[in-house]
């Protein structure tokens, strides 16, 4: 008898600066919400990279669920979280500056998150407080320039888990620990709203070559291990 069938995640990177994004013909497959949501941005850097990043999101769900980018339909979960209508696909997106990843998994929860690692945003003690007490700890103890880094290991690692049920950042973050060494990525407890910490999976990727400036990035699945299959998309 064999085993359970292996899960596959399949993650792209995205450089959202690329003109080829940022062309009326990519973005045509954009509904009306998504072009509100994006006049909302005062930067314009900051909406072209929206509109890059859900244009892309549309594009890589259309190759892989085979429906044209501009008919899928998005809805919201119990929970909150973005989904296709009437497919099993699970999928995330996150962007930091210009920067994003797109990761999708059929029928297992997924999650991704990437920041661009700031020092003086680590360092903030309202951002710090939305970490367990051990976490706080732990982190603290570490030389500066360890510290940062295991910040934003910590924060991407939490995030993409929340993103992979739907919940919140501000009434999440503190609901779950998650390691911070860069050898072991892996979830440690939670309050029990999040199921057993035996079924998920947390994974650091690999930023690829545009990627310019430095970035973490986080990815989390629920159910068996995973094969994560990564790719720039193009």
């Given at each position: 008898m064999s085993g359970p069938k292996e899960p596959i995640v399949r993650v792209w990177h995205v450089d959202l600066d690329r003109p080829r994004f940022a062309s009326s013909g990519y973005q045509t497959c954009l509904d009306e919400d998504e072009r509100v949501r994006a006049a909302r941005y005062r930067?314009?850097?900051?909406?072209?990279?929206?509109?890059?990043?859900?244009?892309?999101?549309?594009?890589?769900?259309?190759?892989?669920?085979?429906?044209?980018?501009?008919?899928i339909v998005f809805r919201s979960s119990a929970t909150g979280k973005l989904e296709c209508a009437d497919t099993p696909w699970q999928f995330s997106l996150s962007h930091s500056h210009g920067y994003a990843v797109v990761a999708v998994a059929n029928e297992i929860r997924?999650?991704?998150?990437?920041?661009?690692?700031?020092?003086?945003y680590a360092e903030?003690?309202?951002?710090?407080?939305?970490?367990?007490?051990?976490?706080?700890?732990?982190?603290?103890?570490?030389?500066?320039?360890?510290?940062?880094?295991?910040?934003?290991?910590?924060w991407t690692r939490k995030e993409a888990v929340?993103?992979?049920?739907?919940?919140?950042?501000?009434?999440?973050l503190?609901?779950?620990a998650v390691t911070h060494e860069p050898e072991v990525s892996?979830?440690?407890?939670?309050?029990?709203?999040?199921?057993?910490?035996?079924?998920?999976?947390?994974?650091?990727?690999?930023?690829?070559?545009?990627?310019?400036?430095?970035?973490?990035?986080?990815?989390?699945?629920?159910?068996?291990?995973?094969?994560?299959?990564?790719?720039?998309?193009?």
């Open positions: 930067s314009a850097p900051e909406r072209a990279r929206f509109l890059a990043a859900r244009s892309t999101l549309r594009h890589v769900l259309s190759a892989v669920i085979g429906a044209a980018a501009e008919r997924v999650g991704v998150d990437v920041e661009r690692i700031d020092k003086t903030l003690r309202d951002v710090a407080t939305l970490f367990t007490a051990q976490e706080r700890e732990s982190i603290g103890a570490l030389p500066p320039t360890e510290a940062t880094d295991a910040f934003y290991r910590c929340l993103k992979a049920v739907g919940s919140g950042i501000s009434d999440g503190h609901r779950i892996k979830l440690l407890w939670t309050d029990g709203s999040f199921g057993n910490t035996d079924r998920w999976f947390l994974f650091d990727l690999d930023l690829p070559p545009f990627a310019t400036q430095r970035y973490a990035a986080a990815l989390a699945t629920e159910g068996n291990p995973p094969r994560i299959v990564t790719t720039v998309w193009e």
